[in-house]
């Protein structure tokens, strides 16, 4: 299986400060395609996880464009321009190129 | 509106059966593969299975491959999971997902494995 490796695991962020997330697969996410099926989500406390981005960079309808996803083969970041207090929670990030899909250990997002 | 309503889920004891449901709504259900994913409590994500639009093609995680069939019926837009020779491990909280790419998620149903 693709191994999906996040960091950091914690990340205490000032509010209207910038963030960043790290995630890196263990073989390229380029499908025979050329696509690169690389997705991340949110998950507030008590809710379901929602989708943030799709193929790296495209956003999902309703996210906020303070929120970018880039990279490509094995490298990928999700950055925040400046927190804000409905941003806390788990972000993961996953892969969709290799079956069984699988997801990094996920980033707690929390106000400093 | 895209909905997804899962339900099913419940105590089992080791080594039992249970079917899990999951209600479509809100998109063209048959042209698109679905997926489930689990999360045991307080951890992260774990894909299980997945099943193409027309149900031809399925797969599984090495974990419950050979316990746990998907499939699904398209007329009654319902995405299915069987789960049998469950083990204390498969506790988690439930999930379908739109696509093989999760774009919608259901809220869960939890399944717990206790004797």
């Known amino acids: 299986d693709v191994v999906v490796t996040q960091s950091p695991l914690s990340l205490p962020v000032t509010l209207g400060q910038p963030a960043s997330i790290s995630c890196r697969s263990s073989q390229s996410l380029v499908y025979s395609d050329g696509s690169t099926f690389l997705n991340w989500f949110h998950q507030r406390p008590g809710q379901s996880p929602r989708r943030l981005f799709y193929?790296?960079?495209n956003r999902d309808s309703g996210v906020p464009d303070r929120f970018s996803g880039s990279g490509s083969g094995t490298d990928f970041t999700l950055k925040i321009s400046r927190v804000e207090a409905e941003d806390v929670g788990v972000y993961y990030c996953?892969?969709?190129?290799?079956?069984?899909?699988?997801f990094g250990q996920g980033t707690n997002l929390e106000i400093k | 509106e895209v909905r997804l309503v899962e339900s099913g889920g419940g105590l089992v004891q080791p080594g039992g059966s249970l079917r899990l449901s999951c209600a479509a709504s809100g998109f063209a259900f048959g042209n698109y593969a679905m997926s489930w994913v689990r999360q045991p409590p307080g951890r992260g994500l774990e894909g299980v299975s997945g099943?193409?639009?027309?149900?031809?093609?399925?797969y599984y995680a090495n974990s419950v491959k050979g316990r746990f069939t998907v499939s699904r019926d398209n007329s009654k837009n319902t995405l299915y999971l069987h789960l049998k020779s469950l083990r204390v491990e498969d506790t988690a909280v439930y999930y379908c997902a739109k696509g093989g790419q999760l774009g919608y998620w259901g809220r869960g149903t939890l399944v717990t494995v206790s004797s």
């Open positions: 996953m892969q969709g190129t290799h079956w069984p899909f699988t």
């Open positions: 099943i193409s639009g027309s149900g031809d093609d399925t």
């Open positions: 193929k790296v960079s």
